[in-house]
């Protein structure tokens, strides 16, 4: 006889009544509870979808250079406006809210398309590109062959993302409302990229917003536009703006003292602290306490780690790989407020109740809203790091064993006053 693995045998003894995996609450359910609307509204739906977009796009990476992309548009005209703008979703949201509406989120997806011919798409993909760079929602008529399969897809990259469809045709329902600045670096085909992306920025555009013109091809050189998957445009953009911003701090004095700074959300709690008399210095930790996403089975912390110097990387973070990046473009964007430089150090711990992931952007907002706050000042690198340390939940020794260079000898060196 086969014997059960113990965590599946918990799972049927409890059913999400007893919490005996030790989580506070239970995935499964939660997901199930999350698809309870899309039950009663798919089969509604026959053969036809009418309805807002947010508006959004989504590229997939399974086939790559050949992929899969298409509108996205929502089961319910009430949450349009933020469920694909994590930029402006509120940072006491709970999990089951944004799984909740993320739910309603539908993907219609067309046949494989080359990435290269994102100057040159179908009129459907047209279509696509054309709502995406709405600033406000645009509706949509989409036509197809069957009705789309109930269920959610995850992500440590990604948003959660509901239903999937192929469509057969999709035609716009109203005028989509193109800012000027939009309508600038897209149809200037004899701009680089960067320089697109630069402008929006600076254009007050948000990440979200830009990542989906990036990844729909629609920034950069004629001959070298091309359709992104999102999961690699994220990072992407992240990394861009990041490159850009440190080029502004390197002008900047230093910080005058040690900064620290603190929040926790989703189970996910964030120090960072700001050493002075130093040129750009960034290295980040992340560690996974038992049970959280992607350690379910750890039977201790999985703690890694990915730095960085003046001359930034030549190498992708491999380690924390788009987490890396979503929190770096924070403490940059801090420092470009600031208008100072420092070296950074930064620790994510994650929790038993982050046990769904829910993408990169967790990272970006929950860094972004430690830094808003007031920071605690300390006269010392030692003090500072004792004060983190009796906080973290996770003895530092765990952390020093992963990142050499927290023992005092080697940062000291990576750190010496100029």
Avoid at 108 to 116: E, K, L, T, W
Avoid at 297 to 314: A, S, V, W, Y
Avoid at 363 to 381: D, G, I, T, W
């Amino acid at each position: 006889m086969v014997s059960v693995p113990a965590t599946q045998e918990e799972c049927l003894r409890c059913k999400g009544g007893k919490m005996l995996c030790g989580l506070t609450f239970c995935p499964i359910v939660l997901r199930s509870q999350a698809l309870i609307p899309l039950r009663k509204a798919i089969p509604k739906l026959k053969n036809n979808y009418y309805g807002p977009s947010p508006p959004s796009v989504f590229v997939g990476r399974y086939g790559y250079p050949k992929v899969r992309l298409g509108p996205m548009a929502t089961l319910g005209s009430d949450i349009v406006g933020i469920v694909d703008e994590p930029d402006l979703w509120k940072t006491n949201m709970s999990m089951a809210d944004i799984v909740g509406f993320r739910a309603k989120l539908l993907r219609f997806i067309a046949s494989p398309i080359d990435v290269a011919n994102a100057s040159n798409p179908s009129r459907l993909i047209e279509i696509t590109q054309d709502q995406v760079q709405s600033s406000t929602p645009v509706d949509l008529e989409i036509k197809f062959e069957k009705q789309p399969r109930i269920g959610m897809s995850f992500s440590r990259f990604n948003q959660p993302m509901g239903a999937h469809v192929q469509v057969s045709s999709v035609q716009l329902a109203s005028t989509p409302k193109i800012e000027y600045r939009t309508d600038k670096v897209v149809s200037d085909t004899d701009m680089y990229s960067n320089e697109a992306i630069s402008q929006l920025y600076e254009g007050k555009h948000t990440v979200t917003q830009i990542t989906r013109l990036f990844s729909s091809g629609l920034l950069g050189l004629t001959k070298n536009r091309r359709f992104v998957p999102t999961r690699w445009s994220i990072t992407a953009v992240d990394d861009i703006i990041g490159n850009q911003l440190k080029e502004q701090i390197r002008d900047f004095s230093e910080v005058s003292t040690f900064l620290v700074f603190h929040n926790s959300y989703l189970d996910n709690d964030f120090w960072i602290l700001f050493i002075p008399k130093h040129e750009w210095f960034f290295n980040y930790h992340e560690a996974w306490k038992q049970k959280s996403a992607w350690n379910l089975q750890g039977k201790e912390p999985t703690i890694l780690t990915d730095i960085e110097g003046p001359k930034g990387r030549t190498t992708y973070a491999s380690n924390t790989v788009g987490g890396y990046y979503a929190a770096r473009l924070a403490v940059q964007e801090k420092l470009v407020q600031m208008r100072r430089k420092a070296a950074v150090l930064a620790f994510r711990e994650v929790g038993d109740g982050y046990a769904i992931p829910l993408g990169v952007w967790q990272v970006r907002e929950n860094m972004r809203q430690a830094l808003n706050q007031e920071p605690k000042s300390f006269s010392s690198q030692e003090s500072a790091l004792n004060f983190i340390s009796k906080n973290l939940s996770i003895p530092m020794s765990f952390y020093r064993r992963r990142s050499p260079l927290l023992n005092r000898t080697t940062l000291d060196k990576f750190l010496s006053p100029k």
